[in-house]
């Protein structure tokens, strides 16, 4: 298994065509208009191919069957395919009971959320912040942590919910020169929200969709 790699390294069969995989992508969590309303084709060719899969980043029904968002080893986002789940159940299985990515990951998408944190806490004004955060590594993270929050698809985290190895006291603050500065009042935690989008590069249908992976935090601050 190879550092990138959260998931087994077993292979998955894939169908292939002239200008893409699956053309037709969906995303899972926050479906655009436009992508929402297109169907899966499997596009057909004369020959069978087989690909390494690098990880699973979402899961979804779709018609009454499951399907796994798939990234494949050695590809870019772009070329992310939903696959049925008997496919690749074994991901599945993984995917929502992951073991952990390998740590230097885990740690760089925990240090690029601490970064957008501290900045966001430079501003006056607002309480939210969204960043690139892979579906893994918050699996892996909150999985089963926290509670139902009142926004739609949000989830109620508290300080104790994001490991200190990962998030240090001083994660959570902001100071300037004169050591005044903001921090998150965690009196009543963080609402958080971690979406998996694709969207078009450009207008034409013909556009590949680009994946993104992001995590979203509401949250309250207070001057010291």
Known sequence: MSASSSFPSVRARRET???GYYRDLHNFCAANNDSSRRSIRRLQTGAENVFAVDRVVASRRRRGESELLVLWDGYPSTDASWVPE???????????HPAGPHQSIVHAECDRLVRAVTTALRRPVGGSVTAEFRSDVFYHLFAGKG????????????????????????????????????????MEGVAVRHRVRQSKLWSSKESPLLLSERITLQYNSSVF
């Open 147 to 186: 509670e139902a929050h009142a926004r739609r698809g949000y989830t109620k985290l508290s300080k104790g919910d994001f490991p200190s190895k990962y998030f240090p006291e001083l994660a959570w603050k902001w100071q300037d020169q004169h050591h005044q500065g903001r921090c998150i009042d965690w």
């Open 17 to 19: 065509a002239r200008k």
């Open 86 to 96: 008997l496919d690749v159940s074994e991901y599945l299985r993984d995917f929502q």
